[in-house]
């Protein structure tokens, strides 16, 4: 089952009895490109977390496709469907330790670990900040019900309006997307889980709406409080897989699967980047 709230916007009251009036604040038309480096397949944005922040919650007049890349992406290499997919985003960012290792592996200077459980609710603070009014968002994904519960948590910490809830098991997508894009949000988050969500988007991208597009893997079971995050210290060190594992056993074989692939990325990415520097191309 799906929730909606009504159009987008500044609504003023009282020009006309009985009249709404929707008024949209301005937006920026552009936004300054990322520097990037090639991890694998993917161009991955040479930032902070505090840039991406800054540069998501940056409101523009089109939509804006973003992706984390994090290890279950980097075993997901060898899907034409979801590198495409990749590709075709508008920023790719590093989730995960093994992802910054392999950037700075390929020359990053400023890439810096942000998950999405990190930077999503600044991001929709930020963006409420520069619009001028609570950010509204739609919420899409997980199991039914579990949506609505991380979207209380959204609207607590945030001061954002959610506008549309959606469970993520839809066998269809077309009646579900017409909803969404009704319920004209700013953002929509949507947890899938990698590749599922990357694929989907990019399928359908020309059916959301103009807004920021945020997949979040089980970003909505934490803000629903199905599952904990790791203690801040596991957290820096690169170790919140270990805790995540404890508490979801079935992700051992993506972390043990990813092992391999870090170790496999990180020899061919310092070859190549040997090999740049040896003739003296400068490369993404």
């Not at 161009?43 to 998501?56: H, K, M, T």
């Not at 920023?91 to 890439?111: C, I, N, P």
């Not at 991208?205 to 997949?215: G, H, V, Y």
Request: aromatic residues 4%; positive net charge; charged residues 25%.
């Amino acid at each position: 089952m799906s929730t909606t709230a009504p159009a987008n916007g500044t609504v003023t009251l009282g020009q006309i009895p009985g009249q709404l009036t929707v008024t949209r604040p301005p937006r920026s038309r552009t936004v300054l490109p990322l520097r990037s480096v090639r991890v694998g397949p993917f161009a991955v944005a040479d930032s902070s977390a505090a840039d991406l922040v800054e540069r998501l919650g940056t409101p523009l007049d089109r939509r804006v496709v973003a992706f984390a890349l994090h290890v279950g992406g980097l075993n997901s290499r060898r899907d034409h469907r979801f590198v495409r997919a990749m590709r075709r985003a508008d920023v790719v960012y590093t989730d995960g330790k093994s992802v910054e290792l392999l950037a700075r592996a390929a020359g990053a200077r400023s890439v810096q670990r942000a998950a999405t459980t990190d930077i999503g609710l600044p991001v929709i603070r930020r963006l409420g900040e520069n619009l001028g009014r609570p950010a509204r968002v739609a919420v899409v994904g997980a199991r039914p019900g579990v949506a609505e519960r991380a979207a209380a948590t959204i609207v607590a910490e945030t001061g954002a309006v959610v506008v549309h809830t959606d469970h993520g098991y839809h066998a269809e997508w077309a009646g579900p997307l017409a909803e969404i894009r009704r319920s004209d949000p700013d953002v929509v988050v949507i947890g899938l889980g990698m590749p599922l969500e990357a694929v989907m988007v990019d399928a359908r991208r020309q059916e959301l709406p103009e807004a920021l597009i945020l997949t979040c893997g089980g970003w909505l079971g934490f803000l629903a409080g199905l599952e904990r995050r790791a203690p801040e210290l596991a957290q820096r060190s690169g170790l919140e897989w270990a805790f995540r594992m404890r508490q979801q056993p079935r992700l051992a074989r993506r972390y043990a699967h990813g092992l391999f692939s870090v170790a496999g990325l990180y020899v061919t990415t310092s070859v190549r980047r040997t090999a740049r520097r040896t003739t003296g191309v400068a490369g993404r």
